[in-house]
Nanobody, 125 residues
Framework: QVQLVESGGGSVQAGGSLRLSCAAS????????MGWFRQAPGKEREGVAA????????YYTDSVKGRFTISQDNAKNTVYLQMNSLKPEDTAMYYC??????????????????WGQGTQVTVSS
């Protein structure tokens, strides 16, 4: 079983930055992607960014392109989400996820097997 632990959430004003971290207890053959999802109250879970651990270009949803950057440190089994120029509409619970999936499935939460508990991001105007 793989466990994911997120950290780095918090409250910031619009225009500010936060960096989320997701540490996996281990990488196994059941993981080739790690992703970040978010869910605001009353809304569906949305794929924000995802990365293939062993190559290919990362995925970003359109609303965060140019503002968010996903990166990895395989030596630490950790993935990061650097979030800049934050907007109130970025407010949500952010979840880390991991799984073995095809790159085209990266935005789909059902493609991921493992999930973290979530970390809250609140952006005030």
């Amino acid at each position: 079983q793989v466990q994911l632990v997120e950290s780095g959430g918090g409250s910031v004003q619009a225009g500010g930055s936060l960096r989320l971290s997701c540490a996996a207890s281990k990488y196994t053959s059941s993981i080739n992607h790690m992703g970040w999802f978010r869910q605001a109250p009353g809304k569906e879970r949305e794929g924000v960014a995802a990365i293939h651990l062993y190559g290919s270009s990362p995925y970003y949803t359109d609303s965060v392109k140019g503002r968010f950057t996903i990166s990895q440190d395989n030596a630490k089994n950790t993935v990061y989400l650097q979030m800049n120029s934050l907007k109130p509409e970025d407010t949500a619970m952010y979840y880390c996820a991991a799984g073995a999936l095809l790159t085209g499935a990266a935005p789909n939460p059902q493609a991921y097997r493992y999930w973290g508990q979530g970390t809250q991001v609140t952006v005030s105007s």
